[in-house]
Nanobody, 120 residues
Framework: QVQLVESGGGLVQPGGSLRLSCAASGSIISIYTMSWYRQAPGKQRDLVASVTSLGITNYADSVKGRFTISRANAGKTVSLQMNSLKPEDTAVYYC??????????????WGQGTQVTVSS
């Protein structure tokens, strides 16, 4: 199986910066995509940013130019650098990976979520 461990959430003022990190472990054969999603109270869970094993990145329009997703440790670690944070960025942020493990078909795995609060 695959486990995802997140870190870096917290409270920050508008215009500030925060860096989220996620590390994948377990019986991993291949990681195809690492992504960050977020979900605010009463709203659906939306994609924030993703990066594939080939290095292709994708960002939600609302975060382009402010957030940067990056990989390390042969794709098993993903970070989200968040700059110029706005109150509307407040949400629970979830790490996600689409991966193949030794015992299961390709599927999505989710981290536990980390709270990001942007307030003045």
């Amino acid at each position: 199986q695959v486990q995802l461990v997140e870190s870096g959430g917290g409270l920050v003022q508008p215009g500030g910066s925060l860096r989220l990190s996620c590390a994948a472990s377990g019986s991993i054969i291949s990681i195809y995509t690492m992504s960050w999603y977020r979900q605010a109270p009463g709203k659906q869970r939306d994609l924030v940013a993703s990066v594939t094993s080939l290095g292709i990145t994708n960002y939600a329009d609302s975060v382009k130019g402010r957030f940067t997703i990056s990989r390390a440790n042969a794709g098993k670690t993903v970070s989200l650098q968040m700059n110029s944070l706005k109150p509307e960025d407040t949400a629970v942020y979830y790490c996600n990976t689409r991966a193949l493990s030794s015992a299961t078909p390709v599927r999505d795995y989710w981290g536990q979520g980390t709270q990001v609060t942007v307030s003045s």
